[in-house]
């Protein structure tokens, strides 16, 4: 029955998050994405789709790609996690970020943080990529802005150091 | 002094580092403490009376914040152009999706619990569903013949040319609804204080229309509303008018409850409630000489606006100024019109009737190529516009605009004949057929027609007590680079250093009404504005003793002298519209626009047809868009552009039933991937321009026109069938390739 249904109680659930040893109060089935921007302000994770197509929302945990809007809290009881605040520590951007502003490759923003975080994880498995490579590589990440082209630009930019 | 210009330069995105680092705060990164989540509960029908509205007895309604139309302490409208849409249906419902009744409670997981839990009886009534049910009139859903607007551009005497003709060509062309599909759904947080009045933030194009819509639905005047635009991810013309329906709707529940509202949609609800392009319906009646000039024509336009009139006589009015493409008509009749049906409001969406009118006429000028035996290229070098001519309104071309130039670089840099002959010779034996498209058009950039006069744009800028600079105008970022730009204009004008400018959020307590952020306006009509009024900062200290070539120091000195001695140093300038300009709004003609940017894009596409999916293979886009004040960034603008005019051709189809979308998400309702775009090489011609801050014409509409009957005659190329309708989704090429067959066979 609406509204009376019994929702299992809070629960602890203990995770790394951009190298920080975090513990949060939360039921089981929430979104990780919620988890992020209300239990821990990292509002840098966005959510475009809530379904798990634009990618908005991806995080790295584990050192895979997930989007975080399909991960419920309690699958992440234990996990490192990295999003997009994790990477430049400091007023200093990392290679990626600069490039993805020298060429352009953020235009609105909101899918930057997700669109990053899957060309750093290109990156950590192909340090050159191919434009194909790249191509296929992003394509879980949807930008309605630039078409793309700018931010191959910049996955290349950064693959080639010009940007350290 | 510094070393060199800033305009024309790819300096950094003001906003950039935020949007990289995840440090940007857009609306959903908001929140304010003791705020409610609004909700909205919403017609299921497209058109009928409310019967009764009852409330699931069992569900548990404490802390519910309710409002209806009662609540409205104004007038129950949302305040355009013009005033028939009401912000919650009273009594009877227009078309599906339309909101009903609103909901506020502290925890967002409940609320759409509570949505469930509201039922609504009606008695339907007979929906309106296409374009042609609404001009037969059989059901009256809007004003006495469910027209909203209608427009005639006459030029010359057509009746006389159909003699003369040696071909007359027809052609019917339609065009589908489009989602904006930015990233980020529409969202606000209202705020209510019986001083203050009500504050909205929210993701939004246009301040100064959320402005306008709450002091009319709220009933307060000009000073308590004040509206803010948080950072916006993206908008596309989806952000220009739907942010007044929503802030309307989160302010109502701000001023019952007395408590912050956030109201923040979900994909589906966005995709489903929200505006979309009008779906469109063109028809051409053509007289054509032998040697291919065209003599005269009729053309019929016609776009689907929905329930409320929304914006649809000003996308109407583009649509049919656009409609004769970039070519001379010594006579022609375009006859535009705008008609209701039972769908959500269509609305704003780049291009704004320009992509549809011109899919039309870019694919009718392959037809009226086919017709007199000569090839696209020829058929569109022979009837370009030149100097000196006139366009459909009598407009003249004054530019030395040079489109059969243009057009030849765009098939050298496609390598468009090479390719068109060994198309025809491999496209024989595999299933695996390709072929080669030209689109070319144009896109008047600002206002149509008196529109600017009527705005009456205003610009600050301000030099501020440390020295540096800052501009005030509503115009928006959203990812075009408004505020990139309009630095560097000011930072040009006032010869500074680009890092020593930046720009006011849009804030209606802070800056002056610059106009909307729509139609290609923002770098030409309100970067004039920043130029000049950053002059007038420049005279002001001119008179202190600042003259000819100071460095950044003196000038910094001179402003914080100033400021010290007078409390502020601001100038503002007003738009001036210039001299011997004439528009006749009554009989459409005239000068349209300020100028037109020009472009030749030319699509290359592969039709498999074992899958019958068409793919774009290359895409050239040649365009003259004046100057390109920061190359980066204008690069962008199209390379977008045309990804989301691919999409228009190719992926993107709104499944209708009953007046409702049924594929409201990204999951069923396709863009294009990483994985789907061709290289999109951009070229630019830069031609000296009077026209906009250092010679810039607009730019970001330009982009979705082309792309659509690129693709479409490209397919036509690749297949030898015709394609007058899009999107062209794999079921519509079967289709069309299979009836082709059966005629074939008859």
């Known amino acids: 029955m609406i509204g009376n249904s019994k929702r299992p109680g809070k629960c602890e659930v203990s995770l790394t998050v951009n190298g920080e040893p975090k513990t949060v109060r939360v039921y089981p089935m929430e979104r990780l994405l919620d988890v992020l921007r209300l239990e821990l302000g990292l509002t840098g994770t966005k959510e475009g789709c809530g379904e798990g197509e634009c990618g908005s929302c991806s995080v790295v945990m584990d050192g895979k790609l997930v989007n975080s809007c399909l991960i419920p809290a309690l699958q992440v009881a234990g996990a490192t996690l990295t999003t997009i605040e994790g990477l430049a520590l400091g007023p200093r951007l990392t290679a990626l970020q600069a490039a993805f502003l020298k060429c352009g490759g953020a235009q609105c923003g909101i899918c930057t943080p997700g669109m990053i975080l899957a060309s750093r994880q290109l990156l950590d498995k192909k340090p050159k990529p191919t434009l194909e490579e790249i191509r296929e590589g992003l394509s879980g990440n949807l930008c309605r802005c630039t078409g793309y082209m700018q931010i191959f630009e910049a996955v290349m930019e950064a693959a080639s150091g010009n940007s350290q | ?746």
């Open chain 2, 1 to 746: 002094m510094k070393e060199e210009q800033v305009v024309g330069q790819s300096v950094p995105r003001k906003e950039g580092h935020g949007k990289v680092t995840g440090a940007a705060r857009y609306i959903d990164d908001i929140s304010i403490p003791g705020m409610l989540y609004g909700a909205t509960v919403r017609s299921q029908v497209p058109r009928g009376v409310i019967k009764k509205i009852s409330f699931d007895e069992h569900f548990d309604w404490a802390e519910f914040v309710f409002v209806t139309a009662k609540d409205i302490p104004g007038k129950n409208c949302i305040a355009l152009i013009g005033d028939d849409q009401p912000c919650l249906a009273d009594g009877v419902v227009n078309h599906p999706e339309e909101p009903i009744l609103l909901l506020a409670h502290p925890n967002r997981h409940k609320l759409r619990k509570a949505v469930e839990a509201v039922w609504i009886e009606y008695e339907p009534l007979p929906a309106v569903l296409t374009m042609e049910e609404s001009e037969q009139c059989s059901q009256i859903i809007w004003g006495s013949d469910n027209t909203f607007k209608t427009f005639l551009i006459a030029k010359g005497d057509v009746e006389s040319v159909w003699g003369k003709a040696d071909y007359i060509v027809e052609g019917e062309y339609t065009t589908g609804a489009q989602e904006q599909l930015y990233i980020e759904n529409n969202g606000v947080i209202a705020v209510f204080d019986s001083e203050q009045g009500i504050t909205i933030w929210g993701s939004l194009q246009c301040p100064y229309y959320v402005h306008k819509a709450m002091m009319a639905l709220l009933n307060l005047p000009a000073e308590k509303v004040r509206v803010v635009q948080a950072e916006t991810g993206g908008a596309f013309g989806g952000k220009e008018d739907y942010p007044s329906i929503i802030a309307g709707h989160a302010a109502l529940l701000a001023m019952k409850s007395r408590r912050p509202v956030k109201i923040i949609y979900d994909r589906m609800e966005d995709m489903t409630a929200t505006t979309k392009r009008h779906p469109s319906r063109t028809r051409h009646r053509t007289a054509v000489s032998k040697e291919g000039k065209i003599l005269g024509g009729e053309i019929e336009f016609t776009i689907d606006g929905g329930a409320y009139a929304t914006l649809s006589s000003v996308v109407l009015s583009r649509g049919v100024i656009h409609a004769g493409g970039s070519y001379y008509w010594p006579c022609v009749r375009i006859r535009g019109k705008a008609v209701a049906t039972n769908y959500p409001p269509h609305g704003a969406f780049r291009g704004f009737g320009a992509p549809q009118s011109l899919f039309a006429m870019e694919r009718h000028m392959d037809r009226i190529a086919q017709a007199v035996g000569l090839s696209p290229v020829e058929i569109r070098r022979r009837n370009f516009l030149k100097p000196g001519e006139t366009t459909t309104t009598e407009q003249v071309i004054r530019e030395e605009i040079d489109l059969g130039k243009f057009l030849e670089r765009a098939l050298v840099l496609s390598d468009y004949r090479a390719k068109k002959l060994r198309f025809t010779h491999e496209n024989g034996g595999g299933p695996v057929k390709k072929g080669i498209g030209i689109a070319a058009f144009l896109h008047g950039a600002g206002f149509t027609g008196s529109g600017e006069r009527y705005l009456a744009s205003v610009v600050g800028v301000e030099g501020c007590a440390d020295g540096t600079v800052r501009v005030l105008a509503s115009s928006t970022e959203f990812g075009q680079g408004t505020n990139t730009v309009l630095c560097q204009i000011a930072a040009e004008a006032l010869n500074l250093p680009y890092k020593y400018v930046q720009i006011a959020q849009p804030d209606t307590n802070q800056v002056p009404n610059s106009g909307p952020t729509v139609a290609s306006r923002t770098a030409m009509v309100v970067g004039s504005l920043v130029r000049s009024a950053a002059i007038g900062i420049r005279q002001t200290l001119a008179a202190e003793g600042l003259h000819g070539s100071y460095t950044p120091e003196e000038f910094k000195v001179a402003c914080r002298r100033h400021v010290a001695e007078h409390g502020e140093l601001r100038s503002y300038a007003r738009y001036d519209p210039p001299a011997g300009v004439f528009w006749d709004d009554q009989k459409y003609r005239g000068e349209a626009y300020a100028c037109f940017a020009w472009a030749i894009y030319i699509a290359e596409v592969e039709v498999d047809l074992s899958t019958y999916a068409a793919t774009v293979e290359d895409f050239v886009a040649l365009q003259e868009v004046g100057r390109v004040l920061h190359p980066i960034l204008a690069k962008g603008q199209i390379a977008g552009g045309v990804a989301q005019g691919i999409g228009f051709a190719l992926y993107e189809k709104v499944v209708w039933q009953n007046g409702r979308m049924q594929n409201g998400q990204m999951t069923n309702y396709i863009m294009p991937t990483s994985a789907d775009l061709p290289p999109i090489r951009v070229f630019f011609e830069e031609m000296g321009n009077i026209h906009g801050a250092y010679g810039a014409k607009g730019i970001g509409e330009l982009p979705m026109d082309g792309p659509a009957p690129a693709i479409a005659n490209a397919i036509e190329d690749a297949l030898g069938v015709r394609f007058d309708s899009i999107p062209l989704l794999p079921e519509d090429i079967f289709e069309a390739v299979s009836n082709s067959e059966l005629s074939e066979t008859r």
